[in-house]
């Protein structure tokens, strides 16, 4: 009954964070080609690579920034604890080239949004700036 009270509370955040949830997907996304190609788990992702997915789910939840997160790999905060931090960046390393082709429409949506984002904070530095 709680871990479906927890699913239900995730599942609602991402409803109301779209850009959140665009990042949980292309991490989901990445993860899982990762577990595939190096521990050769298809469809479904190894206990440790589903603690990975976990947390880093968790930590998108609770995300100072909300939905104005920049994406993970140009943010500031490096909000992961060491060994977290150390398995996703493999994961990023080395599912991000192979995402274009696996998922290319999550992958468009992905740099759009950085793009947008990027633009966001470029501006609001500048007027920062000026005054
Ligand atoms: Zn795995």
Redesign the pocket.
């Given at each position: 009954m709680e871990a479906v009270n927890i699913l239900k509370k995730q599942k609602l955040f991402f409803i109301n964070h779209k850009g959140l949830n665009l990042e949980r997907k292309t991490i989901n996304s990445m993860v899982l080609i990762y577990?595939d190609n190096?521990?050769f788990?298809t469809k479904t992702?190894?206990n440790?690579?589903q603690e990975l997915s976990n947390y880093a789910l968790q930590r998108l939840m609770k995300c100072p920034f909300g939905e104005n997160k920049p994406t993970c790999e140009n943010c500031e905060i490096h909000c992961y604890k060491l060994d977290m931090r150390k398995k996703i960046k493999k994961v990023m390393k080395y599912s991000g080239p192979r995402m274009a082709y696996k998922h290319p429409i999550l992958t468009i949506l992905h740099l759009i949004r950085n793009m947008n984002l990027y633009a966001k904070t470029s501006k609001f530095n500048y007027s920062k700036g000026k005054n």
């Open positions: 577990c190096m521990h788990n992702l190894c440790d690579c």
